[in-house]
């Protein structure tokens, strides 16, 4: 078991440009989970699948902002447009979901956006 | 909408000293999760609390869940350097569903 890994770890683009992350959860997990957090901020909860399902987006996250888990295993997480107050630390997290005790989300490293 | 709030944000202490941080949160939960953040790095699970009255302890922490008074305690006893982190608390509303954190609280042990 590897844990939860992101691809990749850093990103720096440019104003208006698409950028697209990749998350791979532990193996077997079926929740999948995608957070975001800023500077001096708690992670705040951007969506999240079971298998392939999207069962929750968040209000706050706009219409730039897409995720998908099309087989169930590893999820993507793209944002269109990008804006500099996308600027965050993306973070990816996933749970096996079969027993109350397999809620805890194990986080991966994340991956550092930076938008100039 | 679920709320979390910590206190302390800020926490100086010295090695060797005891303090505890807390945390509330607004709406009914059996669950609450204590996460380490060291900087530049992405979170660690410290604790899971899953009933009434859990107590979980890990070397010098120890984390304590009181559901009716929506109230969870981090517990730190005699300090050292390498507790220095931020620790986060987290709720889910329903099992499996979204982590509500709270806003974190900077831990620093002093020498």
């Known amino acids: 078991d590897t844990g939860v890994s992101q691809d990749p770890r850093h990103k720096i683009t440019k104003r208006g440009q698409n950028v697209t992350f990749r998350c791979d959860p532990i193996s077997e997990h079926n929740r999948l989970y995608w957070y975001r957090q800023t500077l001096g901020q708690g992670p705040e909860f951007l969506t999240y699948?079971?298998?392939?399902?999207?069962?929750?987006k968040s209000r706050l996250l706009s219409d730039r902002f897409s995720a998908e888990r099309p087989k169930g295993s590893f999820s993507t997480l793209e944002i269109q447009r990008t804006e500099q107050g996308d600027s965050a630390m993306y973070l990816c997290?996933?749970?096996?979901?079969?027993?109350?005790?397999?809620?805890?989300?194990?986080f991966g490293p994340g991956t550092r956006l930076t938008v100039t | 909408e679920l709320k979390v709030e910590q206190n302390p944000l800020f926490l100086s202490m010295q090695e060797g000293k005891n303090y505890t941080i807390y945390c509330n949160y607004s709406?009914?939960?059996?669950?609450l999760y204590w996460y380490r953040q060291d900087p530049g790095k992405s979170l660690e699970s410290l604790f899971v609390l899953l009933s009434n009255g859990a107590v979980k302890q890990e070397g010098r922490l120890m984390a304590s869940l009181d559901t009716k008074a929506r109230l969870s305690t981090l517990h730190i006893t005699a300090a050292v350097h390498d507790l220095s982190a931020t620790y986060f608390c987290?709720?889910?509303?329903?099992?499996?569903?979204?982590?509500?954190f709270g806003e974190g609280t900077q831990l620093t042990v002093n020498p």
């Open positions: 699948f079971q298998n392939e399902a999207q069962l929750e």
């Open positions: 987290a709720v889910d509303k329903t099992s499996g569903s979204r982590l509500t």
């Open positions: 709406t009914t939960s059996d669950r």
């Open positions: 997290a996933s749970s096996s979901g079969r027993q109350a005790r397999d809620y805890e989300q194990y």
